[in-house]
């Protein structure tokens, strides 16, 4: 089946918009994966949140959203409680270019947690193409971008912080939040490339993600298959992943890459869905 046949135009009324903008965001997927997600399950399980596009927009309650990046869950666990106090201190920072560069200089340890989460916000929406990079001692490096950049106002803030009510948000490897899903439980993930040999620029920290975090990974997706929780992953055709997990349903996607740290980089990829469960129809 052709990747356009299953991918309708997604309408604005139903779910939450993201807060962030986030480096291989599925946003322009998500027609096919509301359509592949099931619609029974009793708990949502993502370990590599990013933006939780999807989470946004399903209207499953109970949910775990877990990522390795700390400075990314302390932002979100700071809008869940306190959206009107970030969104108060993000709002009034300048977006000139040397606004920019001041507030990126600030050292995270010198700030409370209001300032931590509204500095993170503020970088994430001016910088370039919302790339989340850093450099090997933790420092974000990424420079301002262009265009039409903005903060979101105080109601989708709110809106945001009201979404993540229901979510338990954890700072843990992908392998730990994965051993808890099994019966009534549907995971999505969406994890990084491995890098093999190809230069790290640190999008998801330095050394996030190597090819033995692959082997991991299939490991822990065979255990929580065995346990009964409905996966669906999202990753790139030519990795060990897809030979660990080949006898799961596959299916092959295009899918234009509009948030990238190079030029070079902001094209058409072949992507790969797999599945443990048929959802496929027609």
Not at 46 to 68: C, K, W
Request: one cysteine or more; hydrophobic letters at 40%.
């Amino acid at each position: 089946m052709q990747a356009e046949s299953i991918l309708p135009k997604l309408g604005a009324a139903g779910g939450v918009e993201p807060l962030l903008r986030w480096a291989g965001s599925k946003k322009k997927l998500l027609p096919v994966l509301l359509t592949a997600a099931p619609h029974n399950a009793d708990r949502y399980i993502e370990p590599f949140a990013g933006s939780a596009v999807l989470f946004l927009r399903l209207g499953t309650g109970n949910a775990i959203l877990g990522d390795l990046n700390e400075a990314l869950i302390e932002t979100y666990r700071t809008v869940q409680r306190y959206p009107r106090a970030v969104w108060e201190r993000a709002s009034i920072l300048g977006n000139t270019p040397d606004d920019y560069y001041a507030i990126r200089a600030i050292p995270r340890d010198r700030l409370n947690a209001f300032e931590r989460a509204a500095q993170f916000v503020y970088l994430n929406r001016y910088c370039f193409n919302g790339v989340y990079r850093t450099n090997r001692a933790g420092q974000f490096n990424v420079a301002r971008g262009k265009g039409h950049l903005f903060m979101p106002d105080l109601d989708s803030f709110k809106a945001f912080s009201g979404r993540l009510k229901t979510a338990d948000l954890r700072c843990s490897d992908f392998e730990e939040i994965l051993s808890e899903a099994g019966s009534g439980d549907f995971v999505y993930l969406d994890p990084p490339y491995a890098l093999g040999d190809k230069r790290d620029r640190g999008e998801y920290g330095c050394d996030a993600f190597r090819e033995k975090d692959e082997r991991r990974l299939i490991a822990a997706l065979r255990s929580a298959d065995r346990r009964g929780a409905k996966i669906l992953l999202s990753y790139s055709p030519a990795t060990t992943v897809l030979q660990g997990l080949r006898k799961w349903r596959r299916h092959d996607l295009t899918v234009a890459r509009n948030v990238a740290g190079f030029t070079a980089a902001r094209r058409s990829a072949d992507e790969v869905l797999l599945s443990n469960y048929d959802w496929l129809r027609g």
